[in-house]
């Protein structure tokens, strides 16, 4: 899907802002890599994704952490296509486990890769909590969308997915993530399109905040 002009400068001008940074941080990596997608530079996306996750899983101060968005790590980590780093980053991840309430981001982050690394029914534990909180759409269209992927249920993954768009075009244009990186893609949808694809599944939604084309060179690209 062919991006708007305007939103080719935005990322432009994003990543002439994040070059100036001496020392960027795990989210400004993160950002870049997400510019990079949008900006179609996918050799250069993927390798900003692996950055991001080598600071996620080595930096002292590790800025998934540090702003509680463990889903951060465990999306960085599919797209970064990096599968031998499958254990360290269950490891990091686990250390967030300790936290008394992980949340919905953090059932999502547990369910997701679980799902990356084939342990299904670990998986579907987590989801459960995402399947209760029916009124918090995003997590709960995750969590129907990792059940179908599971089942491997392509009427339910194709109409979870829309449904995780849907609530994610909400939060970019009128919430939380509106002009901001974050808002330009959907991380946790690219991250289990990639899992659903990687299945022999199919992606058949459309969405300004889906690259299909990102997926299908990561497809490529092994």
């Known amino acids: 899907m062919n991006k708007p002009k305007d939103m080719q400068q935005r ?17 400004t990596k993160l950002k870049t890599a997400i510019c990079l997608t949008m900006l179609q530079d996918y050799p250069a996306a993927r390798e900003a994704f692996r950055l991001t996750l080598d600071d996620f899983l080595n930096a002292t101060n590790k800025a998934w952490s540090g702003t509680n968005q463990p889903h951060w790590l465990t999306d960085t980590y599919v797209l970064a296509d990096s599968p031998i780093l499958y254990e360290q980053t269950w490891r990091e991840l686990h250390t967030f486990k ?76 009128f919430g939380g993530l509106r002009e901001t990186p ?7 949808a690219m991250a289990l399109s990639k899992v659903a694809l990687d299945r022999g599944m199919a992606v058949n939604v459309e969405s300004e905040y889906l690259s299909k084309g990102y997926l299908e060179y990561l497809k490529r690209a092994r």
């Not at 990322?11 to 989210?27: A, I, M, N, S, T």
């Not at 974050?182 to 946790?188: A, F, S, T, W």
Request: glycine share 12%; proline share 5%; net charge negative.
């Open 98 to 173: 300790l936290a008394p309430r992980p949340g919905l981001w953090g059932l999502h982050a547990y369910g997701s890769l679980c799902l990356a690394g084939g342990k299904d029914a670990e998986a579907l534990t987590y989801v459960a909590g995402l399947l209760a909180k029916p009124k918090y759409k995003d997590m709960f269209s995750a969590g129907q969308a990792i059940t179908a992927i599971t089942a491997h249920d392509q009427i339910s993954l194709d109409t979870a997915l829309a449904g995780l768009l849907d609530a994610h075009r909400g939060m970019a244009k």
């Open 11 to 27: 990322c432009l001008d994003h990543l002439v802002f994040y070059q100036k940074e001496l020392r960027p941080w795990g989210d």
């Open 182 to 188: 974050e808002g330009y893609l959907c991380l946790p």
